[in-house]
């Protein structure tokens, strides 16, 4: 069974603290994604990639950063994590000859 | 920019009756619509997706169908069942000729509440 897997289903950090949110694909997808979704507010796109070492900002990009070694791995980083930035984490992949996204179970950070 | 939006933002119905759920688009370039359902605390899932050269695509108990004149989607659920009570998005990608990644742009969602 494919699938994206979030390394966490729940987190709680502090304000300041750098917070690492890993998404890992087994689907050797290209593209991979990385959304916040919030009550009112839709899923919102942080950051995507479209293949290794590339990224790209989404509507949201401030205060979080991305890493993409590899190709199965793609990583949300917040620098220095804000109260705001307390929300639901989602990644997606998808490849490049479908563009139907598969989406992990989601991350939800609370930030105190 | 452009959008996709939903009509109604809460659906209710009884169990075993026919649930209609809308969206509208924008962008008269899309041409890949895809629905998903989002239960509580999980991820979306992926439920049925239309390519803009169809105007209706089946599934099992699903049913989207797309009307590119007013740039409308909808997605019909057969004999609703609670299990069916969920968040469901629409989503639209457009896909310029070469464009080697695709970005979806999302609705808001509509929240499907099936009664017993």
């Known amino acids: 069974d494919v699938k994206v897997t979030q390394s966490s289903r729940y987190l709680v950090k502090r304000t300041g603290e750098k917070v690492f949110l890993e998404c890992v694909q087994d689907?050797?997808?290209?593209?991979m994604f990385w959304y916040r979704q919030d009550p009112g507010l839709g899923l919102r796109l942080i950051y995507f990639?479209?293949?290794?070492?590339?990224?790209e900002k989404g509507d949201i990009p401030e205060g979080y950063s991305v890493s993409r070694e590899k190709k199965e791995r793609f990583s949300l980083i917040l620098e220095s994590a804000s109260t705001n930035q307390t929300s639901m984490y989602l990644c997606?992949?998808?490849?490049?000859?479908?563009?139907?996204?598969?989406f992990g179970s989601g991350t939800r950070l609370t930030v105190v | 920019g452009e959008s996709v939006g939903l009509h109604l933002p809460t659906l209710s119905v009884q169990e075993g009756d026919n649930s209609i759920i809308n969206c509208a688009y924008s962008?008269?370039?899309?041409?890949?619509f895809i629905w998903y359902k989002q239960e509580s605390g999980k991820g979306p899932q992926f439920i049925i997706d239309?390519?803009?050269?169809?105007d209706k695509r089946q599934g099992q108990r699903v049913t989207v169908l797309l009307n590119k004149t007013v740039k409308h989607l909808s997605l019909q659920i057969a004999a609703t069942q609670p299990g069916d009570s969920a968040v469901y998005f629409c989503?639209?990608?457009?896909?310029?000729?070469?464009?080697?990644?695709?970005?979806?742009?999302f609705g808001q969602g509509t929240i499907l509440t099936v009664h017993p």
């Open positions: 997606a992949s998808s490849s490049y000859v479908a563009y139907g996204y598969t």
């Open positions: 689907m050797d997808h290209e593209n």
């Open positions: 990639s479209y293949d290794v070492k590339m990224k």
């Open positions: 962008n008269s370039a899309s041409d890949y």
């Open positions: 239309i390519r803009s050269n169809m």
């Open positions: 989503a639209e990608n457009t896909a310029a000729g070469g464009t080697s990644y695709g970005k979806l742009t």
